[in-house]
């Protein structure tokens, strides 16, 4: 057996049966054999003030909090007014 995988990355639904239901067809040919990695978030949805919440706590954004990132005012730009 060839250890080389390619990975695909799809959506679906689990189903009250517990089957994997995909959004659209798989893009290879079958029938064939394959290896399936589910991930699902714990809870249902997060909404926009949890993900705004887990972003500014990640530490991947730390060095934007460093005095010398901190370069534009009140000032700056000119307001936007969407008019949609």
């Known amino acids: 057996m ?5 990975a695909l990355e799809l959506t ?5 049966d517990r089957q994997l239901k995909l959004d659209a067809k798989l893009p290879i040919p079958g029938p ?9 978030s714990p809870v249902d949805d997060w909404d926009e003030i949890e993900w705004l919440r ?9 060095s934007l909090r460093e005095p010398e990132e901190d370069i534009y005012t009140l000032a700056d730009g000119r ?6």
């Open 54 to 62: 887990a972003a500014a706590q990640n530490p991947a954004f730390d």
């Open 2 to 6: 060839d250890a080389t995988m390619t």
């Open 12 to 16: 679906g639904t689990i189903d009250e």
């Open 32 to 40: 064939m054999r394959v290896r399936v990695i589910v991930l699902y």
């Open 79 to 84: 307001p936007f007014h969407d008019e949609a």
